[in-house]
């Protein structure tokens, strides 16, 4: 049975940081690419960051280069979403997601063959 779960989600102020974790079970992980995605309240997910199975190719959306960095150790079957210099904009459910692929697609959502439940982040100003 596979599982993600999010952990590390919660309020922080405008500026601050926090540091999300996925943990993947019931798969290979360390052949899967990995996904953040994010939901604000009446908009559409959308693709945070990406890493490669390997975690030698990364991607990130442009409303958060400079400020998150995705990260994975294949030992510990965890993705890792650091984010920094967090804005109120930023307040949405985060969800990790895998996929098997290829890293040109790794934007699209339904790329992604499993999710996580999302654990949320409320950045106050």
């Known amino acids: 049975q596979v599982q993600l779960k999010e952990s590390g989600g919660g309020l922080v102020q405008a500026g601050g940081s926090l540091r999300l974790s996925c943990a993947a079970s019931?798969?290979?992980?360390?052949?899967?690419?990995m996904g953040w995605f994010r939901q604000a309240p009446g908009k559409e997910r959308e693709v945070v960051a990406a890493?490669?199975?390997?975690?030698?190719?990364?991607y990130y959306a442009d409303s958060v280069k400079g400020r998150f960095t995705i990260s994975r150790d294949n030992a510990k079957n965890t993705v890792y979403l650091q984010m920094q210099r967090l804005k109120p904009e930023d307040t949405a459910v985060y969800y990790c997601?895998?996929?098997?692929?290829?890293?040109?697609?790794?934007?699209?959502?339904?790329?992604?063959?499993?999710w996580g439940q999302g654990t949320q982040v409320t950045v106050s100003s």
């Open positions: 997601a895998a996929t098997a692929g290829a890293y040109s697609s790794y934007s699209k959502a339904n790329t992604y063959d499993y």
């Open positions: 019931g798969y290979t992980f360390s052949t899967y690419g």
């Open positions: 890493i490669s199975w390997n975690g030698r190719s990364t």
